[in-house]
């Protein structure tokens, strides 16, 4: 079973904080993805990856940066959190070429105050 | 125009009836499309995905896609009310500009009533 662990299920911090996410994969995933779920908005895509320290800018990347030092390991960097930035944050992982599928870890909710 | 667009519901189907998910899509040079389940609170698991026309069977559930209309749909037979959930469409659009990107649906809820 693929398996993705994020490093906190519920974070609360203080605006202007500097807010690291982690996501860890076993499962030797070349692709891993950043996503925020918002009430309405659905899930949209911060940042992916597709190899070590590669990354790419999704739909929404503004405030946030990422690292992905190793295969196994995709951070979400949050440089000065806001507010706005109150939301669920969705890790993901898959391989390339094989329907891209998407495996999801158990998420982070973020509480901006 | 949104590019995955999703019924937005709430849909309510009675306990034994077949629950009918809709889904369309801009990108005609869509390849693969996605059903996700997402229970409240909870991070969004795979149903299954599809990648050719026609129909495509796992247990209750059946995937349907045609991409001469641009739609896939998602039928749960034998609605259950562990299937109460909000179920996301996704889709492989290739005019992203990669083609590794799925982009969602804003999801149906689904309440299956006993």
């Known amino acids: 079973d693929v398996k993705v662990t994020q490093s906190s299920r519920y974070l609360v911090k203080r605006t202007g904080e500097k807010v690291f996410l982690e996501c860890v994969q076993d499962m030797d995933h070349e692709n891993m993805f950043w996503y925020r779920q918002d009430p309405g908005l659905g899930l949209r895509l911060i940042y992916f990856s597709y190899d070590v320290k590669m990354k790419e800018k999704g739909d929404i990347p503004e405030g946030y940066s990422v690292s992905r030092e190793k295969k196994e390991r995709f951070s979400l960097i949050l440089e000065s959190a806001s507010t706005n930035q109150t939301s669920m944050y969705l890790c993901a992982s898959s391989l390339p070429y094989v329907g891209e599928t998407q495996y999801f870890g158990p998420g982070t909710r973020l509480l901006v105050l | 125009q949104k590019e995955v667009e999703q019924n937005s519901g709430p849909l309510s189907v009675p306990e034994g009836a077949i629950a009918s998910l809709n889904c369309t899509y801009s990108d005609r040079g869509s390849q693969s499309f996605f059903w996700y389940r997402q229970y409240s609170g909870k991070s969004p698991e795979l149903i299954m995905f599809?990648?050719?026309?026609g129909d495509k069977e796992d247990g209750r559930f059946t995937a349907q896609l045609n991409k001469a209309s641009q739609y896939v749909s998602l039928l749960i037979r034998d609605s259950q009310p562990s299937d109460s959930a909000t179920y996301l469409c996704?889709?492989?659009?290739?005019?992203?500009?990669?083609?590794?990107?799925?982009?969602f649906g804003s999801g149906t809820q689904l309440t299956v009533l006993p």
């Open positions: 599809i990648y050719s026309n």
């Open positions: 996704a889709v492989l659009l290739l005019s992203s500009g990669s083609a590794r990107q799925l982009t």
